[in-house]
């Protein structure tokens, strides 16, 4: 499954190990995932390398093509907020948000108290209620004859 993971480059990156660790449980269970760049130290500086159009036309093309959106959402995100709001209203994508219950004050309540259907809010307390949710609910990728995974 291809899987755009959302995690903020200009805000709060006070979560970066746990988001690390989700892109990494992801792709230990077969999954593709698009933005595994944002987990990265110089996500912010490679993005503004490419410009804020070439950003926004790749990011729209990725959310096209994604199959699911999880996000470690570590406060309001304007970029986030975006990316969850734009698949729920234009696809029928799944959208999991993951936030540490920690931080919840400092998350929008359009997040924390989103009801729409295909969206599945994931407050946690450690990084094991983490992986065990994806794990559990995301799965993993079955191999097809001839595939190695």
């Not at 470690?72 to 029928?92: I, K, M, N």
């Not at 920690?102 to 983490?130: D, F, M, Q, R, W």
Request: proline share 4%; with cysteine.
């Amino acid at each position: 499954m291809k899987v755009y993971f959302g995690f903020t480059v200009a805000g709060d990156r006070s979560t970066v190990e746990t988001a690390r660790s989700m892109v990494a449980c992801l792709e230990d269970l077969g999954h593709e995932v698009l933005t595994r760049h944002l987990v990265s130290d110089d996500a912010r500086a490679a993005d503004r390398l490419l410009g804020p159009q070439a950003v926004y036309q790749r990011d729209m093309a990725w959310l096209r093509e994604c199959d699911l959106f999880a996000a470690e959402v570590p406060g309001s995100s304007f970029g986030l907020g975006f990316e969850a709001g734009y698949l729920l209203g234009a696809t029928q994508n799944k959208v999991i948000l993951f936030y540490n219950l920690s931080s919840k004050e400092k998350i929008s309540l359009l997040i924390t108290g989103n009801t729409h259907p295909n969206c599945t809010l994931v407050p946690y307390s450690n990084l094991a209620e983490v992986e065990a949710f994806i794990k559990t609910c995301v799965g993993r990728v079955e191999s097809r004859p001839g595939t190695p995974r």
